[in-house]
């Protein structure tokens, strides 16, 4: 019969020379033999490994309040004084224990065990646990402490363990682990000398010491409440706020109202609050714009930045302040917790479409980007649900397709309330545009489970976190972040697109004056195209948009941008109001239902390379997707054209 | 085996009632005594918490009823009916005791 080896680690008398610095029980003293270089930082999922990392290393790798957020390794250096240098630290996904359930935990062992191509094999381990479930933890720290690494184990959420009641005596802890133990709260930065200390004098020889092999977790359960008793582990109560949120949110009448109301709320205030901030910010371009073509005396230099540069990246940036008012919306949800309750509540109707309920929490990412919505796919286990989620993921609403659906949204649709003070037309419309995609992406689901993807159902098992206040903090680096992604793809993709665009509208010069755009290199090319889009109800400026838009979507807004200005007939006009007078209504719900289906994006086709190591299913997705976007288009339009032309 | 099912209890020796997982009534407690799923899930169960010996809580449920929330030590831990049907727990007839703290802490 396999066992749980309770003997006790082989630690002596001199090893377990305890010291108790300020905060916790640092156990044992460790031989100081070499310098350590790489330190892992391991735990179970959501309970504070990456707060903790950025904390150490000054990084900001995203973090929020819901299982699985870090799927990969990532990696920085320690900072923060104490005479330390050189220490990279990985901060690695979530683990319940050292058997490889999904590829985010399939890292983590491999980084532990020195597996991982290009990441050395750890010097040092710092094991961060939660303070208030440590029952269940201790099982995960006898599997890492078994692997004979030099460990300091981190029980981290002291103030919320404190907060409601719970205790432990860390000395103990030490002693019956046989490694270092101290009480931190990362979120407060207390405790965090002892990590510190740990590594001054940890070196990278470890005292062999032989914990518990698992493999009977029964009696490896049996041993971790053994050890938490001996340890005097008083359990914190279970947050009481936690569970009355959860009456509400679960309810089966007001959890669903409370669900509308979130998603209402958010899309209403993106377009009041985010609508009106766009128009100033554009307001302030364009005057800026203005400002600056003075001091520019040579005229094709002059169309170049004001129409090339400034119409092009400027109506494309116009839409930022839209995308941060989502943005804040969406970090609110994921770090108050709610957002796995979400999933609970989707995973329903997720099953019903054959989908694990744990492709919900990617699925809901993937409304700011698909890339990181993909790589949010490594939480599920089953191999084909992860493939099946990978290749949705694209059809729901990313940010890259908010400037397009806001334009022509404001282009055709007139401002006038639903419901007054509650809900607007074009909230409406843009909630029906993110429910489109997320049709497509069920539909799709639902194609795939029953098909090539055929499986049994795979079991959901989803662990709820605790509701916690979003930081202030959270939420800014949040925003800045998203920020910086933005205008830097504004001052490199976009800016790019732009220019060369605009040459190719001045191009030919004809006696040293630039042409006209209708007669350009632009227009002949856009010309050429045309009469495959023409059934959808484009012309050749839109063909060129879709052409351009395949590097990125929201470089479309930027490309209409940049060739209205060059075209005299529509230079003086808003881009609004350009495109309102470029596309029938027909030809403009076509344009935004082609966006909603289409794969425009080269980024997520690389990162869909990378998760399904080859080109097969990337071409494929690519494929049927643009399939997808070409037909719905058309049929928007022919049906536009039958009903109301005729 | 969908319901209440009078069968040994090794750990007592009694003839105890069990019932399957989701069949535990809301707020109820009982011992988790057997998994009747395939090893891969089993192992997968046991990570999260999910050994038999172990003390269960039915803590909530989705709207729909459909997948239910069950407590394990300091978890709540959400499985599909369908799951949660084959895992056999003996239900506690006392009353859970509620924690002293449990009224007055915070967020």
Redesign the interface.
């Known amino acids: 019969m396999s066992s749980c080896h309770t003997a006790p680690a082989k630690v002596s008398a001199e090893d377990l020379e305890i010291r108790l610095p300020e905060g916790g029980g640092i156990g044992p003293r460790r031989h100081q033999t070499t310098t350590v270089r790489t330190v892992a930082v391991i735990g179970p999922p959501n309970c504070g490994k990456s707060t903790l990392f950025n904390r150490l290393t000054g990084l900001r790798q995203k973090i929020a309040n819901y299982p699985g957020v870090t799927v990969e390794q990532h990696s920085g250096k320690l900072v923060g004084g104490h005479g330390i240098k050189g220490v990279t630290l990985v901060d690695l996904p979530g683990i319940?224990?050292m058997?490889a359930?999904s590829e985010d935990a399939r890292v983590s062992i491999d980084v532990l065990r020195g597996e991982m191509p290009g990441v050395p094999q750890p010097d040092a381990v710092l094991l961060v646990l939660d303070a208030?479930?440590l029952?269940?933890h201790l099982?995960l720290a006898a599997q890492v402490l078994s692997l004979g690494l030099p460990t300091l184990v981190l029980l981290n959420m002291k103030d919320q363990m404190q907060?409601?009641?719970g205790s432990i005596d860390t000395f103990k802890l030490a002693q019956e682990l046989g490694a270092p133990v101290a009480l931190i709260s990362a979120t407060q930065t207390d405790g965090l000398d002892a990590i510190y200390r740990f590594l001054e004098e940890t070196g990278g020889k470890r005292e062999m010491v032989q914990l518990p092999v698992l493999q009977n977790?029964?009696l490896c359960?049996?041993w971790a409440v053994a050890v938490g008793r001996r340890s005097d582990y008083n359990?914190?109560?279970?947050?009481?706020?936690?569970?009355r949120l959860?009456?509400v949110v679960?309810?089966?009448?007001w959890?669903?109202v409370v669900f509308f109301a979130i998603v209402m709320t958010v899309f209403q205030l993106v377009f009041t609050v985010g609508q009106a901030l766009g128009d100033r910010f554009t307001d302030l371009l364009q005057r800026t714009g203005e400002h600056l073509a003075v001091y520019v005396h040579i005229p094709w230099l002059q169309s170049l930045l004001l129409d090339g540069v400034w119409k092009g990246v400027g109506s494309v940036l116009a839409f930022l302040p839209q995308i941060l008012v989502l943005f804040f919306f969406i970090g609110l949800l994921e770090d108050s917790g709610y957002l796995a309750r979400a999933a609970?509540?989707a995973?329903?109707t997720m099953?019903r479409f054959g989908l694990n309920?744990k492709a919900f929490i990617p699925l809901l990412s993937a409304y700011a980007c698909a890339v990181p919505a993909i790589m949010a796919t490594r939480t599920i286990?089953n191999k084909r649900d992860r493939l099946a989620t990978i290749l949705i993921a694209p059809f729901m609403t990313c940010s890259a397709r908010l400037p397009i659906y806001t334009l022509m949204i404001a282009a055709f649709i007139p401002n006038k309330a639903i419901i007054p003070h509650l809900l607007g037309l074009r909230a409406a419309a843009m909630i029906g545009l993110y429910f489109l995609g997320f049709a497509a992406a069920f539909f799709t689901a639902q194609l795939l489970k029953s098909s090539v993807l055929k499986k049994a159902?795979a079991?959901?098992?989803?662990?709820?976190p605790?509701?916690?206040?979003p930081t202030v903090q959270s939420i800014a680096m949040r925003l800045y972040d998203r920020a910086k992604v933005f205008i830097t793809r504004a001052g490199t993709i976009i800016l790019s697109v732009t220019v060369f665009l605009w040459a190719l509208a001045a191009l030919p010069v004809h006696n040293g004056v630039i042409s006209n755009i209708s007669n350009s290199w632009l227009a002949d090319a856009g010309r050429f195209f045309e009469p495959l889009i023409h059934p959808l109800g484009f012309n050749w400026k839109i063909g060129i948009g879709l052409l351009s838009s395949l590097v990125a979507r929201e470089v479309i807004v930027g490309t209409l941008g940049t060739i209205y200005a060059a075209d005299p007939a529509t230079h003086a006009l808003s881009l609004q109001s350009a495109v309102r007078g470029d596309l029938t209504p027909g030809a403009a719900v076509a344009l935004v239902v082609f966006f909603a289906f289409a794969m425009q994006c080269t980024s997520t086709l690389a990162i869909v390379k990378r998760e399904t190591n080859g080109w097969k299913w990337p071409i494929i997705q690519f494929l049927y997707m643009s399939g997808m976007a070409y037909t719905a288009a058309l049929v928007v339009n022919q049906t536009y054209r039958f009903f109301w032309l005729h | 085996m969908k319901s209440k099912k009078n069968i040994s209890d090794s750990s007592t020796g009694q003839q105890a009632a069990l019932v399957p997982l989701h069949k535990l009534a809301q707020n109820a407690s009982g011992v988790l005594i057997h998994i009747d799923?395939g090893a891969e899930?089993t192992?997968?169960?046991?990570?999260?918490?999910f050994?038999?010996?172990?003390g269960v809580t039915a803590?909530?449920?989705?709207?729909?009823g459909?997948?239910r929330?069950y407590?394990?030590?300091?978890?709540?831990?959400?499985?599909?009916n369908?799951?949660a049907r084959n895992i056999l727990v003996r239900v506690d007839t006392a009353e859970p005791e509620l924690?002293?703290?449990?009224?007055?802490?915070?967020?």
């Not at chain 1, 079991?459 to 709820?464: A, G, N, R, S």
């Not at chain 2, 050994?51 to 172990?54: K, L, N």
């Open positions: 319940y224990g058997t359930q208030t479930n029952g269940r099982v907060q409601r009641g977790p029964g359960r049996d359990a914190p109560a279970s947050p009481i706020w936690t569970r959860d009456k679960l309810h089966p009448v959890g669903a609970l509540i995973d329903r099953a309920g286990e159902k079991p959901f098992v989803l662990e709820l605790q509701y916690r206040w | 799923l899930e192992d997968h169960l046991g990570l999260m918490g050994f038999p010996g172990v803590s909530g449920k989705a709207p729909g459909d997948p929330i407590r394990i030590d300091q978890s709540e831990i959400a499985l599909r369908e799951t924690h002293p703290i449990a009224e007055t802490a915070k967020l």
